[in-house]
């Protein structure tokens, strides 16, 4: 299945899990499985899919002030992975909790195999999705935001695409040699994309640009 996207599945129950990767269409490949924080994380890292479908709550959190599907998010950076909350929970509060986190998509467990199929090609290709009653929480939350939004917007004007794309790497931990490797570009052109970056956004060093980017939620 060469044209496939490659998942990995996160939930503590091993029947929803296995209910999950029979009902998903043959476009979506199965890569591996993790019940819990750490384990998650470790096959995150180890398979590198396209899509982590995750529960939201997960034993094996780093402590109470974030749930466990936070912490594999930022637990599994550096990744190319896109995440996709997949919950039984429709609270509000876990729903903006992990689009914070870096989540691209939140959808319920009553979605069906063919919804979380389509869910897993979108959030794949780039785009954010939700189950409709989900929605209003993430305009809501973000919506607030909006100043600081156009803030990160304009500071980003001032980089290229490319630029953008090495600063994010950069940002998530990347060395020079896997920045070069990911976009197929040589290792003097990431030296030289990263000192554009860190002058037009007036900063020092490697350190500084990930609290950057970090603060704005980039990575």
Known sequence: MSDSIRVVIVDDHSIFRSGLRADLDETVEVVGEAADVPSA?????????????????????????????ESVIRGSAPTTARFLALSVSDAAEDVVRVIRAGARGYITKGSSGVEVSKAVHAVAGGDAVFSPRLAGFVLDAFGAVAGE??????????????????????????????????????IKTVET???????????????????????????
């Not at 994380?41 to 599907?69: C, F, N, Q, S, W």
């Not at 994010?168 to 976009?183: F, P």
């Not at 970056?197 to 990575?219: F, Y």
């Open 41 to 69: 994380i470790a096959t995150i890292r180890e398979k590198m899919p396209d899509v982590v479908l995750l529960d939201v709550h997960l034993p094996g959190g780093a402590g109470a002030d974030a749930t466990g599907g």
């Open 149 to 186: 939004t156009a803030a990160v917007d304009d500071e980003l004007d001032r980089l290229s695409a490319r630029e953008q794309e090495v600063m994010r790497l950069i940002a998530r931990g990347y060395a020079y040699k896997e920045v070069a490797a990911e976009l197929f570009i040589s």
């Open 193 to 219: 994309h990263v000192s554009a970056v860190l002058r037009k956004l007036q900063l020092s060093s490697r350190h500084e640009l990930t609290v950057w980017a970090s603060e704005r939620r980039l990575l």
